[in-house]
């Protein structure tokens, strides 16, 4: 049970880790923004490197990102009856969703992106576009990268609701401390 605990808070650091580090891109893409519309509106100049850029820094912010948003919660719930629910009810449904479709989906976009993935490493695919940017392989790679990150996450969302319905739930303010630290 230790194990497993320490595997869910070193799930939960990793994606705060990387959920705050991809933050700080929201900066660089407003930056990027206002250069294109500067440059577009004020100058008469369109880069379409620049309007790429764009697109790959939201790409990365949208997809490394949905682990961190996993873990806080903010993905959209259609469950209207998931609010009215206890801890119990709620730990049900998060293990049974987790389990059922969260898990299996991420394992299936890892394994089904492979062959697109590889192709692009292979030819070290690039935009079409003159003037557009190179290394498009990279961004590509995100999409097995974040499925992997919410994978875990989902591994971890589905452990904790586990522990609740075992009567052994997480103290909600430890889940995000480092391993090893001391809990008073």
Known sequence: MHTLKCLIRWIDLLNEGIG????????????????DVVTRYVFNYSSVAAQELEWHIFAVIF????????????HVRVDVFYTLLSPRGKAFVDLIGGLLFLIPFSLLIIWSSQSFISMSWSVMESSPDPGGLPYR??????????????????????????????????DPDNQSKPVGEIHA
């Open 137 to 170: 392989f990279l961004l590509k790679a995100m999409i097995p990268t974040s499925s992997v990150l919410v994978l875990l996450q989902g591994i971890a969302m589905t452990l904790r609701a586990f522990f609740t319905l075992i009567n052994r739930p997480l």
């Open 20 to 35: 705050n580090a991809v933050s700080w891109l929201t900066a660089g893409l407003v930056l990027v923004v206002c250069y």
């Open 63 to 74: 997809l490394i990102g949905a682990a961190y948003t996993l873990k806080h919660e903010g």
